[in-house]
């Protein structure tokens, strides 16, 4: 995800310093960035990252990172001067969005939670869409640099916002990817030829971004990654624990959290989420 969006910020003419956490890799991806003509160097830390720089874009796991890269000893603040912006497209939980957001800004620092919805490839597309949560005059300073990575900018509210609208956002992709599943392990095992149903199926009102993409990479045994079970069930993790906090049962979630737990239980976590389907499967063809 970093990669892409980074590489969109550059062909948008900003000039760009990278930093990652494994080492070399911002080395090398600055080097081919500025092999063709971009304006791209490395840091070796996240504050040297981000000296003199007026946004500061962070993507990480989890709200333990996003801590460290930001508010740590060698983090952004460190480095970053008063005004700055900090855009962090990080899932966490809305909590964590908002006691972060409180301590940059006694820094000086704006934050904005702005988790995202695309995947890689809308990332390496520029088509994002982000859910944004914090400081409205902040938002509109930093809007030349969200429209180089992303298409659709939903402001909903104070620090943590953005964080409640992906929880929602992941919801109905979870929710997708189980009814998917289900249709398509009830198709295979009633004969039925899934290329062409597939193809009536998507032209119907059943269609969705999940029978599209990832039924069709059901249907052709590509379980490899682009959203990872491990990535979506730490997602369906503060999605759920929101909701309890609040006393929301979310009864179709818990279910696919549940069932992904199966797949990680496989040794199938590094998978594509759409490996759900050989769950169903399994639980069809009992030993």
């Not at 991806?29 to 791209?40: I, K, P, S, T, Y």
């Not at 740590?72 to 809305?94: E, F, H, L, N």
């Not at 959290?257 to 496989?266: F, G, M, N, P, V």
Request: with cysteine.
């Amino acid at each position: 995800m970093g990669q892409g969006m980074a590489r969109n910020l550059a062909k948008a003419g900003f000039p760009l310093t990278v930093a990652t956490h494994t080492p070399g890799k911002a080395d090398g991806f600055a080097r081919a960035l500025a092999a063709e003509g971009r304006d791209v160097r490395a840091a070796s830390t996240p504050a040297a990252a981000a000296e003199g720089a007026d946004v500061v874009v962070s993507c990480v796991p989890d709200a333990p990172e996003v801590e460290s890269v930001h508010l740590g000893a060698s983090g952004t603040a460190a480095g970053a001067r008063r005004g700055a912006i900090v855009i962090d497209c990080s899932t966490i939980a809305p909590e964590a969005a908002r006691k972060i957001a409180a301590r940059l800004l006694e820094k000086g620092i704006d934050f904005l939670d702005a988790p995202v919805s695309g995947g890689q490839k809308g990332a390496i597309e520029g088509t994002l869409t982000f859910f944004i949560g914090g400081d409205a005059a902040a938002l509109e300073r930093a809007r030349p640099v969200f429209a180089a990575m992303g298409r659709r900018l939903t402001p909903l509210g104070p620090s943590g916002s953005g964080q409640l609208g992906k929880a929602a956002n992941q919801i109905l992709v979870a929710n997708n990817l189980m009814g998917v599943s289900e249709a398509l392990a009830f198709a295979a095992r009633t004969g039925l030829p899934l290329a062409q149903l597939h193809e009536a199926l998507t032209a119907g009102a059943a269609n969705s971004w999940a029978l599209e993409v990832l039924g069709k990479k059901m249907i052709d045994r590509d379980f490899k990654p682009a959203f990872a079970v491990k990535h979506q069930q730490k997602d369906l993790a503060i999605v759920l624990a929101t909701a309890r906090a609040r006393g929301l049962p979310l009864p179709g979630t818990a279910l696919v959290h549940q069932l992904l737990t199966a797949l990680e239980a496989r040794g199938r976590a590094e998978d594509g989420t759409q490996a759900l389907l050989t769950v169903y499967e399994e639980l069809s063809n009992p030993r």
